[in-house]
């Protein structure tokens, strides 16, 4: 085995994606599986996570993560089916309202809230103990840069509120559990081609608009996201805890 392949392998480590049912999770449980990791899938399409399973093995674990009365049974579940977590990928993220700041929802604030930054921080609190008993570990919070600029023309407050959020969790918990080897970090993409963000690039204007704001010129795919997530992941990020990295194609470095 090379260097690079060790400092990419995670033969026997048992791993946590959420938002696996589509888009970046399931990109990461693929490649996390691929790379040797028996991963455990969380979402809400217990369809979509049993599809994937049969595909990567694994443990399918249905789950809300905008409910967080129901959190708090994900780790538990994967403990006992495949054992004790060292990799946790918080993948799973959503908007909730399109409106104005002015007049988004307080309903649809909370929720917003609830599955971009409490279920991430909720989750990381159930993994700790498991990791401080093996001596390692790593948590990759996936922000976005809608935490770190305005996006023009697409409100959402409360997103980038939570986004933003998960920048200041993963630098205090990097700080706090360094003296475990547990090491936290953030994954902030830039626009990439998911559910969410379909039908801007189906649209010539949206098209366009990616096109000029994004300096290189390529689009974006979960792919592209997904080897920042494994080299925060792995040996090859050992050194690194407590930053988010950004993978926008240049669009925050205008």
């Known amino acids: ?39 455990a899938v969380v979402g809400r399409r ?108 697409i409100p959402q407050a409360s997103y980038a509120a939570s986004k933003a959020g998960l920048s200041g969790l993963t630098a205090e918990l990097a700080v706090q559990w360094a003296r475990h080897s547990i090491r936290v970090n953030t994954v902030a993409p830039g626009f990439f081609r998911s559910e969410i963000t379909g039908p801007l690039y189906e649209g010539e204007r949206g098209s366009s608009y990616l096109q000029r704001n994004t300096p290189l010129p390529i689009e974006g795919t979960p792919e592209d996201v997904v080897g920042a997530i494994l080299w925060l992941c792995g040996d090859a990020g050992r050194y690194v805890t407590g930053q988010t990295i950004v993978v926008d194609g240049g669009w925050t470095a205008r």
Do not use: Y
Request: glycine fraction near 14%.
């Open 1 to 39: 085995m090379t260097v690079a392949e060790r400092m990419l392998d995670f033969s026997g480590r048992i791993a946590i994606v959420t938002g696996a049912s589509s888009g970046l999770g399931a990109a990461a449980a693929r490649e996390l599986a691929g790379s040797g990791a028996r991963v």
């Open 46 to 153: 217990k369809e979509r996570l049993d599809d994937l399973v049969a595909e990567i093995g694994g443990l399918a674990v249905p789950c809300d993560l905008s409910d967080p009365g129901r959190v708090g049974a994900v780790v538990p579940a994967v403990s006992e089916g495949l054992g004790p977590p060292e990799i946790l990928v918080n993948a799973a993220g959503g908007m909730f309202t399109e409106a104005r700041a002015e007049d988004e929802p307080t309903a649809a604030i909370s929720d917003t809230l609830a599955l971009n930054l409490m279920a991430p921080f909720l989750l990381a609190q159930g993994v700790f103990p498991h990791m401080r008993s093996v001596g390692r570990g790593a948590i990759v919070n996936v922000s976005s840069i809608s935490g770190r600029v305005g996006i023009p023309g």
